[in-house]
């Protein structure tokens, strides 16, 4: 069972930085893709970041202000958020997705983030 746990988040003031971690128990290395999503409250889960064979992708509401990185030494997954916005405002998971005969999608508990003054 792959697990993966995340911190770093909390409240920040608009114009802010918040960066959060994502520490997974596997090799991050194994994994297809790598990602944050995000919920805001009586919204869908939307994708936030991705990276994948070491390219990375961004929402276009995010590009330019998040930075999504991997650490191989302690198998983690960072997002910097910098230049915070009210509407960042969500509860963040991390997702790792494995392929190996089929597709397995491992989730994260959720980590809230507010942006707020």
């Known amino acids: 069972q792959v697990q993966l746990v995340e911190s770093g988040g909390g409240l920040a003031q608009p114009g802010g930085s918040l960066r959060l971690s994502c520490t997974m128990s596997r090799n991050i290395f194994t994994f297809n893709k790598m990602g944050w999503y995000r919920q805001a409250p009586g919204q869908q889960r939307e994708l936030v970041a991705s990276?994948?064979?070491?390219?990375?992708n961004y929402a276009d509401s995010v590009k330019g202000r998040f930075t999504i990185l991997r650490d191989g030494a302690n198998n983690a997954l960072y997002l910097q958020m910098n230049s915070l916005k009210p509407e960042d405002t969500a509860v963040y998971y991390c997702n790792a997705e494995l392929q190996i005969a089929t597709t397995w999608n491992y989730w994260g508990q959720g980590i809230q983030v507010t942006v707020s003054s």
């Open positions: 990276i994948s064979s070491g390219d990375a």
